[in-house]
C-alpha cells in the first residue's frame, strides 16, 4: 500500500487529473453531442502523459529535490529510482497507445507531447524560459486535444477550446515563473540557467505580475463578447480574477520567505475554479 500511494504521489495524480480534465473540457466546449468515448480515452492518455513526465522529472531532480521538495518520494527513499524510470515507459507506451485509438491528430499531439516533456526533463527545465514556455504550451495543448478528438476543421474557431488554451497557456507560464522563484536557491546550487536563477527576485516579480494582468485582461473578453452564459462572468471575475489580482499583491508585498510556494499552491486551485466557471458556462446557442 505504501509503495502505490508513493507512486500517486511521484506522478502527482491531481495534476494527471487536471490533464485529463483539460482534455474533456476541450471536446465539451466544441458543443459536439457525438466524440465522447474518444475524448474520454484522449482524457486518459494526457493523463498518463502527464503522469510518466512528472516521474521522469522526479527520476532526474533527485538531489535537486533534496533541498526544493525533500519529501518527494524519491529523495525520502520511498520507492527506488528505477521505478519512476518504468513508471514512464510504461505510462507513454500506454498513452501513445490509447491515442492510436482516437485519431492521427491526437496520436501526432501526444507523440509531441512525449518528446517534449523528454526533452524538457533531460535540458529545456535547465534554461531561461524555454523550459517554462514547454509547460505552459503542454497545459494549453490539453484543451486543444479535446477539439482534435471530436474534429479537426474547426478546431481554432471561437470560443471553443481555443479560449481556455489561451488561458491556460499564461496560466501555467505564470505559475511556472512562481514555482521557479521558489526553486531558486536548489536550481543554482545544481547550475539551472532557470530565469529566477540568473535575475533579482524583484524582476521575477515584475514578469509574474505582468503575466498575470495580462490574463486578467483577456479573461474579459469573452464577457465583453458574451460568448458563456452569465454564471461564466461571476465565477472568472469574483472567483478567479479578484483572488489571482491578490495572489499577485501578495507576493509583492509580503516578505514571507514561503510566499511563492503559498502562491503556486493557490494558483493551483484557481485553476480548478476556472474549469469549473468554463464548465457551467458554456452557451449552447455558440
Known amino acids: 500500500m505504501q509503495v502505490i500511494y508513493s507512486l500517486l504521489k511521484l506522478i502527482r495524480v491531481h495534476n494527471c487529473l487536471l490533464a485529463g480534465v483539460g482534455v474533456w473540457m476541450g471536446w465539451y466546449l466544441t458543443g459536439h453531442n457525438t466524440g465522447k468515448t474518444e475524448a474520454l480515452i484522449a482524457s486518459l492518455a494526457a493523463a498518463l502523459v502527464c503522469g ?20 518527494r518520494p524519491l529523495p525520502r527513499g520511498d520507492i527506488p529510482p528505477y521505478l519512476a524510470v518504468l513508471t514512464m515507459l510504461v505510462f507513454d507506451i500506454i498513452a501513445v497507445g490509447l491515442s492510436i485509438m482516437v485519431n492521427a491528430a491526437v496520436l501526432l499531439v501526444v507523440i509531441g507531447a512525449v518528446v517534449l516533456l523528454l526533452v524538457y526533463n533531460l535540458n529545456l527545465k535547465k534554461q531561461p524560459l524555454s523550459g517554462n514556455v514547454a509547460v505552459s504550451l503542454l497545459g494549453a495543448a490539453t484543451f486543444m486535444v479535446g477539439g482534435l478528438a471530436v474534429n479537426t476543421s474547426n478546431i481554432g474557431m471561437l470560443p471553443g477550446p481555443l479560449v481556455p488554451a489561451v488561458f491556460a497557456f499564461l496560466f501555467h507560464f505564470g505559475r511556472e515563473l512562481v514555482k521557479d522563484t521558489a526553486d531558486c536557491e536548489g536550481d543554482r546550487r545544481a547550475g539551472f540557467k532557470t530565469l529566477a536563477a540568473m535575475v533579482s527576485q524583484n524582476v521575477m516579480l515584475a514578469l509574474i505580475a505582468a503575466v498575470y494582468l495580462i490574463l486578467i485582461f483577456l479573461t474579459y473578453i469573452p464577457v465583453y463578447y458574451d460568448w458563456f452564459r452569465p454564471v461564466f462572468n461571476y465565477i ?14 501578495y507576493l509583492l508585498i509580503s516578505r514571507n520567505r514561503d510566499r511563492f510556494k503559498n502562491a503556486s499552491n493557490i494558483l493551483k486551485v484557481l485553476m480548478l475554479i476556472g474549469l469549473i466557471a468554463f464548465l457551467l458556462g458554456r452557451n449552447p446557442g455558440l
Open 52 to 71: 510518466a513526465g512528472n516521474a521522469f522529472n522526479d527520476y532526474i531532480d533527485i538531489e535537486i529535490d533534496r533541498v526544493n521538495h525533500p519529501t
Open 236 to 249: 472568472v471575475m469574483v472567483g478567479v480574477d479578484l483572488p489571482l489580482l491578490i495572489s499577485v499583491l
